[in-house]
């Protein structure tokens, strides 16, 4: 594995989101002096922090899966994720609602949801539910090994064994023709192949290998930290600085000052100069690639996930047929991957993402309130409207959000309204989302595994990229994964560890993630 050579004494890590935050705890562990600039007020980034009313919303992912992945990273500095956050393992994972009237729920322990597809579609799709399940394990650590958690110089290291065990599952087949071959019932189907929509691909086009994050919601387990999402980035922002990180907050990087191939110094907006042996970009693609003053050469340009809306609302009562996470989804199936990936539609049939985190956690709203985060995906602003057309598409959009709601059962949810912030992609672009859209570049074949943008860059020696637009990909695990393989990068670590069959559910114990991980060079 290539590292960063020369000193790295002192390393500036750019971003405090996820990535950035795993990135500074590895460093810490591994002896590094460590300094964190972060443009917002406060650790997070996509898995932000919004007090709005009494309420408090999370502005990012809602879905925690892998919490084993960010406990790494606590460990390198001799700390502990479950020290830090109390965590709820969510039974159901899912409940999953459908046009039919119909509705299941997901769980994590193998018996109860055989015996929950059996009660929803008889005996054959619970046996076929059984041996899918197995292929779920078996992908995953064929995967895990080789493929996600490890830094990748060249395609040549994928000729590894591991490839051909992945080839003999399956996994470069079409992930909805691999998961038919377990389940005939096209409903449990969807809850099988729907995480697709996480690296920005269709079933019908997304490579079976995109399974494995199936196996991270629906085996492996969800849970929820208390006090919402937030709440890991904020522990290990106060982890790091126990351990010693100069975590800045409101400093925004302006500019590298190079000398040689080197970046010598981070220069801040504020006009202070940070000098450095390192540096780690966490930011956003676009952010990274203005600094670094130059984007990758790449023979076609980067293709994005789509976009997506979310209301959040603060209501004054909730609905007895939502879990903590509910998939509400619409009869259209296929039509609406077209309409998000290729033709640019606002989903004429949407499926949708009802999350009320204060099932768990009643805390984040006022007394006898309740929060409810809905999620509808849309297309990006490559292919669907711009984002200048969402400043009044957005208003129209919500209304017909809300009335969708209330023809799926949550009647008179806009009267419950009594706080709501609306996000559609003219946000997302104004954050420095690419694309307008918070999914980041996504996982087509020809972005995936050593096509991706590599974490290292051609020219300069001591610059590491880290986040979801790089090796291995998006979700919360796999950049957990990425600040572990950047922070590998420079003190020369192999960035693995041995492979283990995440925990499910069972006990109190990041959102979704891609197949393979691997390299391309920015340049």
Not at 372 to 393: D, I, Q, S
């Amino acid at each position: 594995m290539k590292r960063v050579p020369g000193p790295t004494d002192h390393v500036v890590v750019v971003g405090a989101g996820l990535s950035g935050l795993a990135c500074a705890l590895h460093l810490l562990g591994a002896g590094r002096r460590v300094t964190v600039v972060e443009r917002d007020a406060g650790p997070g980034g996509r898995a932000g922090r919004v007090r709005l009313g009494g309420y408090e919303l999370d502005t990012g992912p809602t879905v925690l899966t892998m919490p084993h992945l960010a406990d790494e990273a606590f460990a390198a500095v001799g700390d502990s994720l479950h020290r830090r956050v109390g965590l709820t393992a969510l039974d159901p994972a899912y409940r999953a609602c459908f046009a039919d009237g119909s509705s299941l729920d997901v769980h994590t322990d193998g018996e109860a949801m055989e015996a929950e597809v059996r009660r929803f579609a008889g005996p054959a799709q619970a046996a076929g539910y059984r041996d899918l399940r197995q292929w779920l394990e078996r992908l995953y650590r064929v995967q895990m090994r080789r493929f996600i958690d490890t830094n990748f110089d060249s395609p040549f290291q994928l000729l590894h064994p591991d490839l051909a065990r992945l080839a003999a599952l399956g996994g470069f087949g079409r992930l909805d023709g691999r998961i038919a071959r377990f389940l005939s019932d096209e409903r449990l189907r969807r809850v099988f192949s729907f995480q697709a929509l996480y690296a920005g691909v269709a079933p019908a086009r997304a490579l079976a290998a995109y399974a494995v994050i199936a196996y991270m919601d629906t085996v492996a387990g969800v849970w929820f930290p208390k006090g919402g999402m937030h709440a890991l980035p904020r522990a290990m922002a106060d982890a790091a600085a126990e351990a010693g990180a100069d975590l800045r907050w409101t400093a925004e990087a302006r500019t590298l000052e190079r000398s040689a191939d080197r970046v010598r110094a981070v220069h801040l907006s504020s006009g202070e100069r940070i000098p450095c042996d390192a540096v780690v970009l966490t930011c956003e693609l676009p952010a990274a690639y203005g600094l670094l003053g130059r984007a990758p050469r790449r023979p076609a340009r980067l293709r994005h996930s789509p976009s997506a809306v979310i209301l959040h609302a603060g209501t004054d009562r909730t609905w007895p047929h939502l879990a903590h996470h509910t998939i509400s989804f619409g009869a259209a199936w296929q039509r609406t991957f077209d309409e998000l990936t290729r033709t640019g539609e606002l989903m004429s049939d949407p499926s949708l993402l009802i999350t009320r985190p204060t099932a768990h956690d009643p805390a984040l709203a006022p007394p006898g309130r309740h929060l409810h985060y809905v999620l509808a995906p849309c297309p990006n602003t490559a292919v669907g409207p711009t984002a200048a057309a969402w400043r009044g598409l957005g208003p129209r959009y919500r209304d017909r959000l809300v009335g969708e709601l209330e023809r799926r059962g949550l009647d008179g949810f806009a009267d419950s309204i009594q706080e709501e912030l609306l996000v559609t992609p003219l946000d997302w672009a104004r954050q420095g989302h690419a694309a307008g859209s918070p999914f980041s570049v996504s996982h087509t074949f020809a972005q995936t595994g050593p096509f991706r943008p590599r974490n290292l860059v051609r020219g300069l020696d001591n610059v590491v990229l880290g986040g979801c637009g790089t090796t291995p990909g998006v979700g919360v695990p796999t950049v957990l994964v990425s600040g572990k393989l950047a922070a590998a990068r420079i003190t020369g670590g192999t960035g693995t560890r041995p492979v283990r069959t995440a925990p499910t559910s069972t006990a109190t114990d990041a959102s979704s993630a891609p197949a393979l991980a691997g390299a391309d060079d920015p340049s």
